[in-house]
């Protein structure tokens, strides 16, 4: 430990200790001192080309390694900035500490220029927003730490006054408290869990990012396969459940959403495994009872459960595995049927001789070695996606499905491949791509072998759908028709265009061997995919 203790080197140290490698940030004269504070022994601050790109960068990072996002702003312009990855963290339940410089305590209270309540700004957004200062700095940062990580985990954020940052702070050398959701004891609510489960004859399985961040992939494999239950995932649970399992049942609300639907509206139990309603895109109609399996208790009530185990989802699962005792009640056969319509449902509408949205999904991942990160923007190329890319594991398919914002895609593959070693795909509508695109020159300046793949149908597309589906003439949802290739060359990328499937077939064939630039792909496609499945 350092003979003097600042309130900067603390809140690196807490970091550090809490397994950060890298903070994603923008300066500003309120945060040198932090920055000084972490320039020899860490954390390592990534700049992003603007502050808003450094908070999805920060939630792509912790959505990949499980752990904890970091960003860093100054006061007022950068912190405003900051806002939208900050709401995607709470929002899509991963844990980020955003911390913002402040104006001088001195002047704080009265000062004008450039000073917005960060506190008043942020709470609505995070689980907690507090104050950083050098007589409870210490209390504070674990309790910040403790807050963003607890069940469900979200972001914290923290204001600092630029002079608080030297302060000397008194007192121990603060250790991190435990971080994460707890292993042991469940807590049950309601009806019997086991005799609901045994009475079903037609059980489905929703799993969602509780089962993800509580490890429960393994146990939901076997609870599926010997109970016979076809599992269907949320979008941000993607993988828990390999795709290729036979009871593997499809993604809820992407495409082919209808067939999810109707099979789960058949079922006579639905049991969650984590599911979380944030996730829910179209209402939830069913009448059809509830197991709720979660961390958290039914707090939403989005669906109503009669019945609840509330605890570490893996270790409900295996409770509930440990006395199952029947007969499996879907066959696989059954489950195989099923996920051929929903192949059907996501390719409905393809056009032979056009470059299709499903198609170059299924290209890109067919071009993808084992174990490749994607992530997606949001629009209609996020709802293709969600469906038609397989997973195989956790946390190698990043969406933001809780807030949902665009913008997201990009800088959340820059912090993915910051990260953890691995080839990393981002597939961005051109409109989400716009809104980012420059911060192609980070990936390119950390020498990210990304491969970008820009869905380029000169169209804000999901809302123009909106539009059509209305009977309205279609009013600022063309997306200026900019050249891609041209645009990523100028950033220190390779740029392609491809119209056809074979071109993106050749463009990918050395897109993941030896390659020190970002490569991006713009991918000229034809929307009719996306119409007729509205
Ligand atoms: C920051 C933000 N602004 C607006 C929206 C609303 N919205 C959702 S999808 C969409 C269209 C996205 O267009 P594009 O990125 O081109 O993807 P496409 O739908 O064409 O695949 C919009 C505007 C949003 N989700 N986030
Ligand atoms: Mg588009």
Not at 77 to 93: E, F, I, K, M, W
Not at 395 to 401: A, G, P, Q
């Amino acid at each position: 430990m350092h003979s003097e203790r600042t309130v900067a080197s603390a809140l690196a140290s807490y970091l550090r200790q809490a397994g950060v490698t890298r903070v994603f940030g923008y300066p500003g004269e309120s945060v040198v001192e932090f920055m000084e504070a972490a320039r020899d022994s860490g954390p390592a601050m990534i700049a992003a080309i603007r502050e808003a790109s450094a908070a999805f960068m920060a939630e792509g990072a912790a959505m990949r390694t499980g752990g904890l996002g970091v960003c860093l702003s100054t006061l007022g312009p950068g912190s405003t900035a900051l806002l939208n990855g900050v709401a995607g963290a709470t929002l899509d339940r991963v844990p980020m500490l955003a911390v913002s410089g402040q104006v001088a305590s001195s002047r704080e209270q009265y000062w004008k220029h450039q000073v917005v309540d960060q506190g008043r700004l942020f709470g609505p957004v995070t689980k907690l927003a507090a104050r950083l200062e050098a007589g409870s700095a210490d209390t504070v940062l674990r309790k910040a730490l403790r807050t963003a990580t607890a069940e469900r985990p979200g972001a914290v954020h923290l204001t600092v006054t630029t002079d608080t940052f030297g302060m000397t702070v008194e007192g121990g050398d603060g250790t991190v408290p435990p971080l994460g959701p707890a292993t042991g004891s469940l807590d049950f609510f309601g009806e019997d869990p086991l005799r609901q489960l045994r009475g079903a004859r037609r059980p489905v399985l929703l799993a969602g990012g509780g089962a993800v961040r509580c490890g429960a992939g393994p146990a939901l494999a076997e609870l599926a396969t010997r109970a016979g239950l076809p599992v269907v995932v949320g979008a941000m649970a993607k993988g828990v459940l390999s795709e290729d399992h036979p009871y593997f049942a499809g993604v809820l609300d992407m495409a082919g959403h209808r067939v999810i639907w109707d099979l789960l509206a058949t079922a006579d139990l639905i049991v969650t495994a984590g599911f979380d309603a944030v996730e829910l895109i179209t209402p939830w109609r069913l009448s059809v009872p509830v197991l709720h399996v979660d961390t958290t208790p039914n707090t939403d009530q989005v669906y109503p459960a009669a019945t609840e185990v509330v605890g570490n989802v893996a270790a409900a699962l295996s409770w509930l595995l440990a006395s199952w005792d029947g007969a499996p009640r879907w066959q696989e056969a059954e489950v195989a049927a099923h996920r051929a319509a929903l192949r059907d449902g996501w390719q409905a509408g393809y056009t032979p001789g056009r470059l299709n949205p499903s198609e170059v999904v299924t290209t890109v991942r067919a071009a993808s070695p084992a174990g490749t990160v994607v992530t997606t923007d949001v629009g209609s190329h996020k709802i293709t996606a969600g469906q038609a890319w397989s997973a195989y594991a956790p946390r190698e398919t990043l969406i933001t499905n809780g807030l949902s914002a665009m913008g997201f895609g990009l800088p959340a593959a820059i912090g993915a491949a910051a990260s953890a070693p691995g080839p990393v795909v981002c597939l961005a509508g051109d409109g989400g791509f716009g809104m980012t695109a420059t911060e192609l020159a980070v990936a390119a300046r950390l020498g990210l072998s990304l491969v970008v793949v820009v869905f380029s149908d000169g169209s804000l597309n999901r809302i123009e759908l909106h539009q059509a589906a209305l009977g309205y003439p279609l009013t600022a949802t063309a997306v200026d028709r900019v050249d891609i290739p041209v645009l990523a060359e100028s950033l220190g990328c390779d740029g392609i265009r491809v119209e056809n499937v074979s071109g993106l077939e050749k463009a990918l064939s050395t897109a993941f061997s030896g390659r020190v630039r970002p490569l991006v792909i713009e991918a000229r496609i034809d929307t009719s995919q996306y119409a007729a499945q509205y």
